[in-house]
């Protein structure tokens, strides 16, 4: 015996149903992009504040080879970190404008293509937030451990 009702079984199955359309495909798509976005400008304001605050105020003052890689890593978190705001920005909004074909035939294909392009850029933008916040963090971590001579 079950714990649900036949009645409980059908609003479910109906919802499941529901749930696999290609409009609400991309719906859900859109959703967890706009929570991922909305994480990674969070995430990154933190750690510019924690980097500045804890980090070497005057990078010169390292020696040559610690410089250079938290300038690298600087430089790389910083790309990535903003490629993976554009994916997420383009994920969440298309391109401006952007007009679509009458037909629901089309419109069904437009939502499903979409929703799986959405979930790509989802992707990679969470790797690259990943990577961006591992770069910030070691590169704060390399100003802690080699700060440079004591003068």
Do not use: C
């Not at 963090?137 to 802690?144: D, E, G, K, Q, R």
Request: no cysteine; charged share 20%.
């Amino acid at each position: 015996m079950s714990e649900f009702s036949a009645q409980e079984l059908r609003d479910a199955d109906d919802r499941v149903r529901a749930m696999a359309t290609p409009p609400e495909q991309l719906r859900a798509a859109l959703q967890q992009a706009e929570g991922y976005r909305n994480f990674l400008a969070t995430l990154t304001g933190l750690l510019t504040v924690v980097f500045v605050l804890k980090g070497q105020e005057n990078l010169s003052k390292m020696t040559t080879g610690p410089r250079w890689w938290v300038i690298g890593l600087l430089a790389g978190a910083f790309l990535l970190l903003l490629l993976a705001s554009w994916l997420m920005v383009s994920a969440v909004h298309e391109r401006p404008g952007k007009k679509l074909p009458s037909g629901a035939e089309y419109l069904l294909r437009y939502e499903k293509r979409r929703a799986a392009t959405v979930r790509l850029m989802t992707g990679w933008a969470r790797w690259m937030g990943l990577v961006g916040v591992l770069a910030v963090s070691a590169a704060s971590l390399i100003t802690w451990v080699l700060p440079g001579p004591v003068t």
